[in-house]
């Protein structure tokens, strides 16, 4: 039986892992416990934020990838629907004629629909889109989900270690060295988010990573109000299982392409209290917590997949929880049993070679 190594549980390792172990191999989780972009997401399963074609078709398939595991597993996914009026005007119009072009399931609604599927919205906005096939995953616990459902099966999870480089033998990647000593795989899956880049390093591989900083805050938990992921003009919104509300404190937090935070944390988190109690003003809202988290961003914005040496496969994207499910799937058929045209439909285009041009 093959043995792999899967090094990081973020949600990318840990639908990897779990694939792996469906599919009878040999599995070894490695994670350090360092910087984890799973457990801080906003967690808005969609394709309606894309770059283009391919992008928009991976991205749906992801939505698809996500129905598949909710019939294995009880996976924290809750299909609430998107009402979605960033845009106006020419903006708004464009955005809904691609969708529709796309054949994607949007629905344009007005103020009054609008008012009876989010009451606690104020100054509800007279064209909005809604998006009834896209959902909200607990992140973190999804993860957890994946991962603990790969344990159960067989996995290994070794947690507080950090992987500091590989083994090889010849030109091929045969393990992973640890402070604590090398572990040995017959293939190497590097799962690292934010460290993959320096991970690859060590081997001179050249993965580029954005540096992409996120504040996300979280406010104390209120009464069931919000029923939607929300994305509005003010950011994007969304109510926990627990009552707390969530929002990323940059507004049109998918498409920020900002790599340093633009003022300290509090007056950032202030700000945007100030603009959720605009949005929800018959709300008792008050702040909780402020997470600071790096999103993975390949340098091109787009997710970097597969094998970029013999016994070494990576996986480093952003809206790794859109894609977690599908990517859990793809990485384990292509480590199993190399690239087929099945998987290579969905990852050809998001191959890491495409940075190691002249
Ligand atoms: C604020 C924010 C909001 C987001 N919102 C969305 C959203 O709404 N929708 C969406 O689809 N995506 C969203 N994303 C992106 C998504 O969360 C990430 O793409 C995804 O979580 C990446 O998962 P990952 O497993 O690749 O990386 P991570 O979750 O970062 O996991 C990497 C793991 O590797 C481990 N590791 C690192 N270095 C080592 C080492 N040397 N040795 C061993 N282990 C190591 C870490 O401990 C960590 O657990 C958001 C991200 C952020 C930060």
């Known amino acids: 039986m093959r043995q792999i190594i899967v090094v990081g549980a973020g949600i990318i390792g840990a639908a990897a892992a779990y694939n792996l172990k469906k599919s009878g191999a040999q599995v070894t989780i490695i994670d350090a416990g360092s910087a984890n972009a799973t457990s801080a997401s906003f967690g808005w399963i969609n394709a309606s934020f894309f770059a283009d074609k391919d992008h928009f078709d991976l991205r749906s398939e992801g939505i698809q990838a996500f129905k598949r595991l909710q019939k294995e597993l009880p996976i924290p996914v809750n299909w609430s629907g998107c009402l979605c009026w960033e845009n106006e005007g020419d903006a708004f119009e464009a955005q809904l004629s691609e969708l529709k072009g796309l054949g994607y399931d949007v629905q344009e609604i007005d103020a009054a629909a609008f008012r009876s599927k989010e009451p606690d919205v104020a100054n ?31 996995a290994k999870l070794f947690s507080g270690v950090k992987v500091q480089g590989f083994e090889l033998y010849g030109d091929r990647v045969t393990g992973v060295q640890t402070p604590v000593g090398n572990m040995m795989a017959d293939e190497v899956l590097l799962c690292a988010g934010t460290a993959t880049e320096q991970l690859a390093a060590t081997l001179d591989i050249r993965i580029p990573m954005l540096k992409r900083p996120a504040l996300v805050i979280k406010t104390r938990p209120i009464a069931p109000a919000i029923r939607h992921v929300l994305v509005s003009e003010i950011g994007e919104v969304r109510q926990l299982p627990d009552g707390a509300i969530l929002m990323p404190a940059s ?64 996986a480093t994207l952003h809206s790794g929880i859109t894609l977690g499910a599908l990517m859990g799937e793809l990485i384990a058929n292509e480590v199993n049993k190399g690239i087929s045209a099945q998987t290579d439909k969905w990852l050809g285009a998001y191959r890491p ?4 041009g002249s």
Do not use: K
């Open 124 to 154: 509800p906005p007279n064209r909005c889109l809604l998006f009834q096939g896209e959902a909200a995953a607990e992140s973190g616990q999804l993860a957890q989900t994946l991962l603990h459902a790969a344990i159960e099966a067989g």
């Open 251 to 314: 507004v049109g937090h998918q498409g920020d392409d900002a790599s340093e935070i633009a003022d300290s944390p509090d007056m950032l988190a202030e700000d945007a209290m100030d603009r959720l109690r605009t949005l929800l003003p018959s709300l008792d809202l008050s702040l909780a917590q402020t997470t600071l988290a790096y999103r993975p961003v390949p340098g091109d914005g787009l997710p970097a997949v597969g094998t970029v040496m013999p016994g070494l496969y990576v």
């Open 353 to 356: 070679e495409r940075f190691w």
